[in-house]
Each structure stands twice: as structure tokens, then as C-alpha cells.
């Protein structure tokens, strides 16, 4: 079966860094990306790894170990607009093919 | 930035009801997408599309649901006869498929069906 844990929200201070955690136990593995989603909207694309290690993107950071099942984005300086969900996507190339596997997504707040 | 389209945005249908979600992928990408979001869930995969067929379906894309490309620049979800369950965000992604690319899918905006 397939499986991606994140925390459902987090809370964090405007300025501040945030980091979300997310585990996944999946079949197959072949890259995990990250997902920003505001109210209503749809997904964008935030980053992707597929290789152990960090891959750093402005204020946005994701890490990957592949032998722990693990991620997590950092989210330095943040700002109130960075309030949204993050969702968590593995592509399990055993079971869906290409398609994503989600997590349930982590809410953030960003407060003042 | 080219981006994927989808309309309509809203669509209110009686149970029972076939509906048709439209969808204009980024005009280069090669693979298509619907994936559906119930209100406060997760994102699912619904279905991939590529070389005008089906190349993967998950559990929930059942006898009711179809896909299609009627011409080059459209990808349609078809759902022949709603049920209330069907009511969510339906999101259309696509992908260019090129080896050298992080194979990252676009979403488009969204169609929110509601089913009543």
C-alpha cells in the first residue's frame, strides 16, 4: 500500500522559517515534489527531488533522504502570503505509473 | 507563462446527470491528467493520458468516468451519470514528458462540480 504522512497544520510567525515534514512508504519511488495550495486553487509547483540531498530555490528548500522516506520543505523569511497548504506528492512508478500520490496536505498560518 | 486551462470554472448538475470537463493543456506537453479533490481531502489521481490512450487509472475511475482528446488542443473528463459522491475539485495537469525534465506536472485551475 501506499503512504504519506505530514502534520496537518503547523503554525509560524511572519519572518520566521518553518519546515514540514513528510514521510512516505510507497512501493516504488521516483521523485517526491512539493505542492503549494491556496483556498480554492490549484496546486503549483514548488520542487522536486529525486536524489538524496537538498535542492534550495530561493526563500524554498526541499531535502530528500530515499532510505528514510523522508522530506521536508523549509520555508525561510516567511511572509503572509506563504499561508496556504503544502502538499507532499510521491510519483510511485510501481503502482500508478507517472501519476502523483498525495499527502493530505500541511496547513500553514502565518501570522504577524 | 503558458498554463493549463480549464472550464467551466463552476458546474452545478442533478444526480443522474452526464457532465463534460473541459481542459487545454500546455500546448508542447505530451501527458494529461485528472486527478478530483473532495472538499478537505486529499488530492487522488483519477487518470493518465498519453498518446491518445489511457495509460494508467486508479480504483476510482470507474465504468461512469471517460476521457478524451477530441483534437489537439482539448482533454475532456466525461462523467455519464453523477452521483452526489462525485461533488469535488476536478483538476486537469499535464506534463512534457521530455527525458532531460523533472517530469513536474501543471494543474490547471480547477472545475468545482457540485452534484445535487
Known amino acids: 500500500g501506499q503512504n504519506i504522512d505530514q502534520p496537518t497544520e503547523m503554525t509560524a510567525t511572519e519572518g520566521a522559517i518553518v519546515q514540514i515534514n513528510c514521510t512516505y512508504q510507497?512501493?516504488?519511488?521516483?521523485?517526491l515534489f512539493w505542492y503549494q495550495q491556496h483556498a480554492g486553487e490549484a496546486p503549483t509547483f514548488l520542487s522536486y527531488n529525486v536524489l538524496d540531498g537538498l535542492e534550495e530555490k530561493g526563500r524554498f528548500s526541499s531535502f530528500l533522504s530515499r532510505s528514510k522516506g523522508y522530506s521536508y520543505l523549509l520555508l525561510k523569511e516567511l511572509q503572509m502570503k506563504d499561508s496556504a497548504s503544502y502538499l507532499c506528492?510521491?510519483?510511485?512508478?510501481?503502482?500508478?505509473?507517472?501519476?502523483?500520490?498525495f499527502g493530505k496536505g500541511t496547513t500553514l498560518s502565518v501570522s504577524s | 507563462e503558458p498554463e493549463v486551462t480549464q472550464t467551466p470554472s463552476h458546474q452545478v448538475t442533478q444526480m443522474g446527470q452526464e457532465v463534460i470537463l473541459r481542459c487545454v493543456p500546455i500546448s508542447n506537453h505530451l501527458y494529461f491528467y485528472w486527478y478530483r479533490q473532495i472538499l478537505g481531502q486529499k488530492v487522488e489521481f483519477l487518470v493518465s493520458?498519453?498518446?491518445?490512450?489511457?495509460?494508467?487509472k486508479s480504483e476510482i475511475f470507474d465504468d461512469q468516468f471517460s476521457v478524451e482528446r477530441p483534437d489537439g488542443s482539448n482533454f475532456t473528463l466525461k462523467i455519464r451519470s453523477t452521483k452526489l459522491e462525485d461533488s469535488a475539485m476536478y483538476f486537469c495537469?499535464?506534463?512534457?514528458?521530455?527525458?532531460?525534465?523533472?517530469?513536474?506536472?501543471?494543474f490547471g485551475p480547477g472545475t468545482r462540480l457540485t452534484v445535487l
Open positions: 493520458f498519453y498518446n491518445n490512450e489511457i495509460s494508467e
Open positions: 495537469a499535464s506534463r512534457d514528458g521530455l527525458w532531460s525534465s523533472t517530469d513536474t506536472q501543471y
Open positions: 510507497t512501493s516504488g519511488f521516483n521523485g
Open positions: 506528492a510521491v510519483r510511485d512508478t510501481t503502482q500508478a505509473g507517472t501519476a502523483l500520490i
